[in-house]
């Protein structure tokens, strides 16, 4: 098995701080490829790594990764579509991060949409991750969307 992929030194938000360099996920994202059945997939650097990133506030670099994962998937699979969930949820948690509760809103309901779209029928999990957890998540990041900012006193 292959080893982690290390946590990056910052969690990058656009229009706050330094972008990570140009390919530095490529090496990660060549774990997956068309083809790779889901319990691959699953098991794969590059869903560990998006998976690992996301749990530890890194969306950015989570949807760089899951994206490769995504591209991989079969089209119109229920894979295929709770990884487009997964990717949108991490773009609303970094508009969230970005102060852009709105956007975070849009995208929690496009997440919901893939998910409901993903036709999961009574599975419990997809590529390992619980479904419930994913519902969760996603009203989570929207419940704190709509929460007013709080002011600096």
Same mark, same amino acid.
């Not at 998976?51 to 950015?60: A, C, I, M, S």
């Not at 997964?86 to 508009?95: D, G, H, V, Y």
């Not at 390992?128 to 969307?145: F, H, K, P, T, Y």
């Given at each position: 098995m292959q080893a982690p992929v290390p946590l990056p030194p910052h969690a990058h938000?656009?229009?706050?701080?330094?972008?990570?360099? /140009?390919?530095?996920?490529?090496d990660v994202r060549a774990t997956v490829e068309p083809g790779m059945s889901a319990e691959a997939l699953a098991?794969?650097?590059?869903?560990?790594?998006?998976? +690992?990133?996301? /749990?530890? =506030?890194?969306?950015? /670099?989570a949807h760089e990764v899951w994206e490769a994962v995504w591209m991989a998937c079969p089209p119109n699979s229920a894979e295929?579509?709770?990884?487009?969930? #997964?990717?949108?949820?991490?773009?609303?948690?970094?508009? #969230?991060a970005m102060d852009k509760p709105?956007?975070?809103?849009? #995208?929690?309901?496009?997440? /919901? =949409?893939?998910l409901s779209e993903a036709a999961l029928s009574g599975r419990k999990d997809v590529l390992?991750?619980?479904?419930?957890? #994913?519902?969760?998540?996603? =009203?989570?990041?929207? +419940?704190?969307?709509?929460k007013p900012a709080r002011s600096a006193l």
């Open positions: 938000v656009p229009g706050r701080n330094a972008r990570h360099a /140009e390919g530095r996920w490529d098991m794969s650097p590059a869903f560990i790594a998006g998976t +690992d990133f996301f /749990e530890n =506030g890194f969306f950015w /670099e295929h579509r709770f990884v487009q969930a #997964l990717i949108q949820l991490a773009n609303a948690e970094l508009k #969230l709105h956007a975070a809103m849009r #995208l929690c309901a496009i997440a /919901e =949409g893939h390992g991750v619980s479904v419930s957890w #994913l519902e969760g998540a996603i =009203g989570q990041c929207r +419940d704190r969307a709509t």
